[in-house]
C-alpha cells in the first residue's frame, strides 16, 4: 500500500538504485530495454487513469481547496501559479479560465506530457530514462527566481517529498539562514496540507533539509494551515482575510461620467 503520491517516484528511484545489488545481478540489454518499456507503459497509463478522473471530476464548492483557490484567482495580484499535478484546473473548474498563467512543473495529461521519474540521484547504467530531466517534455523555469521574490506564496497539497524537495531545498535553506528580516520585508509563506499529521511530516522533512525551522519562523511569516479544520479555522480565516483585503478590487477606483 502506498500511503503518499512520492512513493510511487520513490519506488522507481530505489529499484533503479539497487537492483543491481541484488545476488543474482546480471540484467541484459534485453531486460534493461524490457525495463524501460514497463516503465513508459506506466506512465502512459498513469496518464490515461488521471485524464479520465480530470474529465469526470466533481468539484465540491465547499472544500478548502476550492475556496483557497477562488480567493487567489478573485486576489487579482497573483501572476504565476505552478503546478506540480497533472491536471489542468482550467478543465476541472471552467469558472476559473481567468487564472493567471499556470506552469506545469511536470506536465499535464491535456497532451499526454506527464514527467514520471526521479530526480539527479544516480542510477545504474541503462535506467538514465528514469531520470525526470532525461523526459522530451521537461523545460526551464523560474519557480526559484520566483518564489524567492514574491511577497506571498501559497503552496497546496505538496508532500515536499524526497524525489521534488529539491525545487525548494535552496529557498528554504537560503531563508533559514537569513538574519533580521524587517517585518516590512518578510515573505508570506502559507502551506496547506491535510491535517496535524501532516503539518508534522512536512516539518519533518524540511528538517531533514537542513532547515532551521525556528529561523524559517523567525524570518517569515510562515505558517500551516491544516484543511480538516475546516472552512472557519482562525488560520483560515486571517489567510481569507489578508488575502482578500489585498486584492485588487480594493484599489480599483470607479470613474463615474456625467450624462
Request: hydrophobic share 30%; glycine share 2%; aromatic share 14%.
Amino acid at each position: 500500500k502506498l500511503d503518499n503520491w512520492f512513493d510511487i517516484e520513490n519506488e522507481i528511484l530505489e529499484y533503479s538504485k539497487k537492483e543491481e545489488k541484488r545476488p543474482n545481478y546480471n540484467h541484459s540489454d534485453d531486460v534493461i530495454s524490457q525495463n524501460n518499456s514497463y516503465y513508459l507503459q506506466l506512465q502512459n497509463n498513469l496518464c490515461d487513469y488521471i485524464l479520465n478522473i480530470q474529465n469526470t471530476a466533481k468539484i465540491n464548492h465547499d472544500s478548502v481547496a476550492y475556496n483557497v483557490i477562488k480567493l487567489i484567482i478573485n486576489n487579482g495580484f497573483f501572476n504565476q501559479i505552478y503546478s506540480f499535478n497533472y491536471t489542468n484546473i482550467k478543465k476541472i473548474i471552467p469558472e476559473f479560465n481567468n487564472t493567471p498563467d499556470i506552469i506545469h512543473i511536470h506536465g499535464k495529461v491535456d497532451d499526454n506530457s506527464i514527467i514520471l521519474g526521479v530526480d539527479e540521484t544516480p542510477l545504474k547504467k541503462g535506467y538514465e530514462c528514469f531520470h525526470k530531466s532525461s523526459s522530451k517534455y521537461y523545460s526551464s523555469h523560474n519557480l526559484y527566481k520566483d518564489i524567492t521574490n514574491a511577497d506571498e506564496i501559497v503552496m497546496f497539497g505538496l508532500s515536499f517529498g524526497r524525489i521534488d524537495y529539491s525545487y525548494f531545498y535552496n529557498y528554504f535553506y537560503n531563508l533559514s539562514q537569513i538574519k533580521d528580516t524587517p517585518n516590512d520585508k518578510k515573505q508570506n509563506i502559507t502551506i496547506f496540507t491535510k491535517d496535524d499529521n501532516s503539518r508534522l511530516d512536512i516539518i519533518s522533512k524540511l528538517r531533514e533539509m537542513q532547515i532551521n525551522i525556528q529561523n524559517l519562523y523567525a524570518q517569515s511569516n510562515f505558517q500551516i494551515i491544516c484543511t480538516n479544520d475546516g472552512l472557519d479555522s482562525p488560520k483560515l480565516c486571517e489567510f481569507k482575510n489578508r488575502i482578500t483585503n489585498n486584492s485588487i478590487s480594493n484599489y480599483f477606483i470607479p470613474l463615474i461620467a456625467n450624462n
